[in-house]
């Protein structure tokens, strides 16, 4: 591989890497068009488009992770490097992720491969003859390798890349609670009780009254402090899943690998706080068709590279390289 990743020195160990874009990287402006898709229960995914408005071009679906959206600096700036070599690129947000909580209880998660099916379903019918690729970022990731490994030799993508995928959920819903990672965890459970309480409100200012009784069954949520609280208290029951790990197992994206035909590259970080170093795949459970390449650093969606004066972003190095050689 040409110009391997070199983290960046004055970003010294995961916590920082994982932390810099998010809260110091400068978003990078793009010209998107907002697209709505309906779905067939109703509910609705808000698409991103960016790039040429070419029926031919390359398009690469970006999938964001847990409580991000396409906003988020890391979608922004892969859709901007995909637009820069004449590729096409659309962003997805989750249902509830646009700016708007969605109309349903049933919200995102990890495991939520029907909903990105039907996106890549709507994107070969709107344009036929571009060859499709897709781009997923932790949970995104997850979800991309689910939906790859149920799809098998059937799968209409082109190619596919995960990053910083959280292969066991349980693992991670583990790995999550310890050390300084419980800052993330508080962080996490502090925007994803405001979706649902968003949600909440929505449905008793439009009255929505079966709607909302389905939250309500959720009981007070004030107790709510990790993974397994939120996953066996709110996702299970809501996406049909008989508790937290019932819904980890059925969700993972490790239990998928072997059954992918797609050409698959996955981009992981051995110091990756959110996932214990037994949670990545080993080589024998890959399927023929797909790479891990496992830095040794560079965080939680982090790989940044470069100087403090002009730091550069290792994935939105790598990922188009490796796309365009498919």
């Known amino acids: 591989m040409p110009h391997p990743f070199q983290p ?20 990078q402006p793009l010209d998107r068009q907002r697209e709505r898709l309906w779905l067939e229960d109703g509910d609705f995914i808000d698409l991103d488009w960016h790039g040429p408005h070419d029926t031919e071009a390359p398009l690469v679906l970006v999938l964001h992770g847990l409580t991000g959206s396409s906003a988020s600096h890391y979608v922004m700036g892969l859709q901007g490097r995909l637009g820069e070599n004449g590729w096409a690129s659309v962003a997805i947000n989750w249902r509830g992720c646009s700016g708007e909580p969605n109309l349903l209880p049933r ?21 036929p003859l571009a060859p499709l690729h897709a781009v997923g970022y932790s949970l995104g990731g997850n979800v991309l390798l689910k939906y790859l490994g149920e799809r ?30 419980r800052v993330y965890q508080a962080h996490f459970m502090r925007a994803m009780l405001a979706y649902v309480k968003d949600k909440q409100r929505l449905f008793a200012h439009q009255g929505m009254a079966d709607r909302l009784s389905v939250m309500e069954k959720l009981g007070p949520l004030d107790d709510v402090r990790t993974f397994w609280d939120f996953d066996g208290r709110i996702t299970a029951p809501l996406h049909g899943f008989a508790d937290a790990q019932d819904y980890y197992r059925r969700s993972s994206s490790r239990y998928f690998l072997g059954d992918i035909r797609v050409p698959t590259l996955i981009i992981q970080a051995a110091d990756d706080p959110f996932v214990f170093a037994h949670s990545v795949p080993a080589v024998d459970e890959l399927s023929a068709s797909t790479t891990l390449e ?9 790989f940044v590279e470069g100087s403090p004066w002009r730091p550069l972003y290792y994935l939105e190095r790598r990922i188009p390289q490796w796309l365009a050689q498919r």
């Open 8 to 27: 960046a020195w004055w970003l010294p160990g995961p916590h920082l890497q994982t932390l810099w874009s998010p809260f110091c990287r400068t978003p």
């Open 107 to 127: 919200a995102y998660h990890s495991g939520a491969s029907d909903d990105l099916g039907a996106v890549i379903e709507h994107l070969q019918r709107k344009r």
């Open 152 to 181: 098998a030799a059937n799968c209409p993508l082109r190619g596919a890349v995960a990053v910083s995928v959280p292969f066991r959920l349980d693992q991670c819903a583990d790995r999550i609670g310890l050390g300084f990672s």
């Open 294 to 302: 496992l830095q040794e650093k560079g965080g939680h969606v982090g």
